[in-house]
């Protein structure tokens, strides 16, 4: 047999299997992003070798090697997780299943595990990702298992792919008013409804070493995106804080555990916050990057749980746990506030400790300008102040790529190399302030957005990771000072992201390439952001808008739970309906008989329900001899129509002929004029 002969020339079982087999492997191939290039390959060769079975109708394989390939799976799952249980482990073992049993699809029985495992596998895809392409790409899975399952209830005869087809997306229509009822009204209960992530995502870290942003600034992807409902604040550099980073063992820089919230504070006077909508991508840490300065707790987080209702005092938004799902809340952010609980001196000492025999060129530098007279006695911005000149006139320079740094990172970049970005500028600041004697900390979070809105939202990436300082003024709280800006003004003042220099594929193929890529990615991110408002971001409160907007006023579950039950009886009362309305509905065919033995009767013919045209022909003539001739011919016509090879065969189907529906009238014609000859 070709290999590219059609399909409709197939043997059915030959045809079937092979769809059935590009079935499996369409709703598989999402799971490979995950999975392990071994077992992969694993799943690869047994779908293939199965297809060749079925192409070249040979016997499937026996017991004993279909036990060898499962044992040596199962190892190789076991050797990969170090477990069967849990999650990955569990979904690996079910994929590997999947495809050792189409090597013994004996019989329906089989047919049947094989079309269940389908359907779970599709919902264990939404474990690991539930972004636009892999609905898409599941929502299609669902058509062909649908249409496989059509086909196994198909036995008889050769149905075309189309018609099986045609038949699941039918089924599927019908099913997508359930399916949208439970999405819009079924309560959304804490854990029930989280996807489980216990998988690492990139972001902020509540650590830092010299080096890790840069690899933040690799990413591309999106942290979260703003929206400003009374229009977007004047140009000034929009800051989301994220860990503040405090204490300092020699080579890391680390945040402090939970601190008291943040209560003491006051705006200056003449000041207005400034409203936001933020939608934020799953995390890694207990803690929400938001807008600076957002002192109370926004509105959209879930009802449950122990959410705070202020930031700690270094001004987090500490979480229970780390948000495994998109969150999309609406806050206010003050331009700027003035802490009013002073330093004490417990604090005063954390902040300005060093190592104290690390650094030792930077600190003998630190002493030197604290010693120079016009900074003696002076204040901790007019020591600030200072560092920024230096910076802006000692021949610094901002580059993602600085090079290795030594075995002491922060000598080698403040005095010899004096090239770096964020991280580097921000750890030696804060360093040179606290050996100067003035609090200081580390901020980490994101600076700035995408230059233009997308579908009215300004985009923040990862690659907008940033990293500055803040130090304590007497009488004013904690400042913040981007060392940054005093070698890339550009970089703080636009908030433009971190460029990492161009890739051989971007010097090759030009600016038409970056320019298409960008194109591109624009019109997706507008599509996952509406996917990601409208459905992803369909929570607990849009639940309770919603039933406010319907009249509602009471518990919302309540609400949603009365609403489900009105809608399954109002389900259930239909279905009996149409089950009743079905039980009497019957065939054209059906119809045209009842008719006929009707007419017959009125011309005392004794015609049966299982009597056939010819057999009713003989009974008429019988009765009425020649006189019945014309009806005679009828009923013999009746039997070609009905019964003779190539005849139009719509009879039995739900709607009648055009031959069948003349036929019906003639009929009628004949039977009142032979009625008249005999009364």
């Known amino acids: 047999m070709s290999w590219f002969s059609s399909p409709s020339r197939m043997p059915r079982d030959m045809r079937d299997t092979l769809f059935l087999l590009a079935v499996i492997a369409w709703t598989l191939v999402p799971h490979a992003a995950w999975l392990s290039p071994s077992l992969s390959g694993l799943c690869a060769v047994v779908l293939v070798w199965r297809a060749l079975l079925a192409w070249t109708q040979r016997p499937l394989p026996g017991r004993w090697a279909l036990l060898g390939v499962l044992v040596a799976g199962t190892a190789i799952v076991w050797w990969e997780q170090k477990t069967l249980f849990g999650r990955d482990a569990g979904v690996t073992l079910l994929v590997l299943l999947m495809t050792l049993k189409t090597l013994e699809l ?14 779970f596998l599709i919902l264990t895809q939404f474990f690991y990702s539930q972004s636009l392409i892999v609905t898409v790409g599941m929502t299609l899975a669902v058509w062909g298992w649908l249409t496989a399952l059509s086909l196994a209830h198909m036995p008889a005869g050769y149905p075309s792919l189309w018609q099986a087809g045609r038949l699941a997306g039918w089924a599927a229509l019908i099913g997508t008013p359930v399916m ?11 854990p029930l409804w989280a996807m489980p992530n216990d998988q690492g995502v990139t972001g902020l870290s509540d650590e830092m070493g010299l080096g890790d942003i840069t690899q933040l600034a690799q990413d591309r992807s999106i942290a979260a995106r703003l929206r400003f409902p009374e229009g977007a604040p004047p140009r000034e ?12 063992d020699g080579q890391r820089w680390l945040t402090l555990p939970q601190a008291a919230p943040l209560t003491t504070w006051v705006p200056p006077p003449g000041t207005t916050p400034v409203r936001y909508e933020i939608t934020l991508e799953p995390l890694r840490l207990a803690l929400l990057p938001l807008p600076e300065h957002t002192l109370q707790r926004p509105e959209g987080l879930p009802l449950q749980g122990d959410w705070p209702s202020h930031p700690d005092r270094w001004g987090q938004w500490r979480l229970p746990a780390p948000a495994a799902q998109r969150f999309r809340l609406r806050g206010e952010a003050w331009p700027r506030f003035v802490q009013l609980e002073p330093l004490s001196p417990l604090w005063h000492r954390t902040f300005t400790a060093t190592p104290s025999k690390r650094h030792p060129r930077t600190r003998a530098w630190a002493d030197a300008l604290a010693q120079r007279p016009d900074l003696q006695g002076a204040s901790a911005s007019q020591r600030a102040q200072a560092l920024l000149t230096h910076i802006r006139t000692g021949g610094y320079g901002y580059t993602l790529s600085p090079g290795a740094l030594g075995p002491d990172p922060v000598d080698t970049f403040w005095l010899d190399q004096r090239r770096g970005f964020c991280e580097h500028y921000a750890a030696s600041v804060t360093l040179i302030l606290r050996m100067m004697g003035v609090p200081a900390r580390i901020v980490t979070g994101y600076l700035g957005t995408d230059p233009q809105p997308v579908d009215g939202y300004y985009i923040v990436r990862q690659s907008n990771a940033h990293a500055w300082v803040e130090y304590w003024e007497q009488g004013h709280g904690w400042i913040r000072l981007d060392p940054t800006a005093a070698v890339a003004p550009n970089r703080v003042e636009t908030g433009q992201a971190l460029s990492p220099a161009p890739t051989a594929m971007d010097r090759m193929m030009g600016t038409w390439y970056t320019d298409w890529l960008l194109q591109s990615r624009l019109w997706f991110e507008i599509l996952d952001n509406r996917w990601n408002q409208w459905i992803l971001g369909y929570g607990a409160l849009q639940q309770n808008d919603l039933l406010q907007h319907l009249g509602w006023e009471g518990d919302t579950l309540l609400g949603l739970a009365q609403i489900l039950l009105g809608l399954v009886c109002a389900s259930a009362l239909g279905g009996a309906l149409w089950a009743w309305w079905d039980g009497r509905r019957r065939t054209p065919w059906e119809r045209l008989r009842t008719l006929i033995l009707d007419r017959l009767q009125q011309l005392d013919v004794a015609a049966q329900p299982h009597h056939s045209p010819a057999q009713l022909a003989d009974l008429l003539a019988a009765r009425h001899g020649s006189t019945a001739q014309e009806l005679v011919a009828h009923f013999l016509a009746l039997e ?22 003349a036929w019906q009238r003639q009929f009628m014609d004949a039977a009142r004029r032979l009625r008249a000859q005999t009364l």
């Open 640 to 661: 070609q129509l009905r019964y003779a090879q190539g005849s139009d065969s719509t009879a039995s189907a739900s709607t009648p002929s055009v031959a069948l529906r």
């Open 180 to 190: 949208v009822a439970l999405f819009v009204l079924f309560p959304r209960i804490g």
């Open 237 to 248: 550099p929009l800051y989301l804080r994220g860990p503040v980073l405090t204490h300092y």
């Open 106 to 119: 004996r019989a329906r029985r089989d047919a049947m595990v094989v079309f269940f495992l389908g359907f």
